[in-house]
């Protein structure tokens, strides 16, 4: 029993504490999907509906220790400053990850407000202002429409 306890502190000590769900840490800067309340996209951060809805969600939870903004650190800080300045403006902690969850990929998480506990918000990501409006669906032309085009 001890030589199972000594090679776990081996591993541990080589390849790290085993961690839950690795991947999904990964695209959430550390985090977990369940705790996420907002997130901005990398390729969204500059656009000023990102802030406005970061904004919104900072002053609903304004002032609560349990939620974190998490700002990927390696963006441009001109870019992620004005985040900066709404979390300290709502009393609301943030942490610059500048880790190997950090991306620079357009679909990469370069803003997130965090719980410490599971929350589960269904729809987390902010909408793109520049993003085309969900397809209609096209009309059924009867008879007439379809001979007269």
Do not use: C
Request: aromatic share 4%; glycine share 6%; no cysteine.
């Amino acid at each position: 029993m001890a030589d199972d306890d000594m090679q776990q502190h081996l591993n541990n000590s080589i390849y790290g504490p085993p961690q839950t769900n690795p991947d999904e840490r990964r695209q959430y800067l550390g985090s977990l999907r369940e705790r996420v309340a907002v997130r901005v996209k990398n390729q969204d951060v500059e656009e000023p509906a990102a802030l406005a809805a970061v904004k919104a969600a900072l002053a609903k939870h304004q002032g609560q220790t349990d939620y974190k903004l998490l700002i990927n650190g390696k963006l441009d800080p001109q870019m992620t400053a004005p985040f900066m300045q709404a979390a300290g403006s709502a009393n609301v902690a943030f942490t610059l990850v500048n880790d190997a969850t950090a991306n620079l990929t357009p679909q990469g998480s370069g803003i997130l407000l965090v719980a410490k506990a599971a929350i589960n918000v269904k729809d987390i990501d902010v909408p793109q202002a520049n993003a085309p409006a969900a397809a209609q669906p096209a009309k059924k032309r009867g008879l007439f429409g379809r001979l007269f085009q």
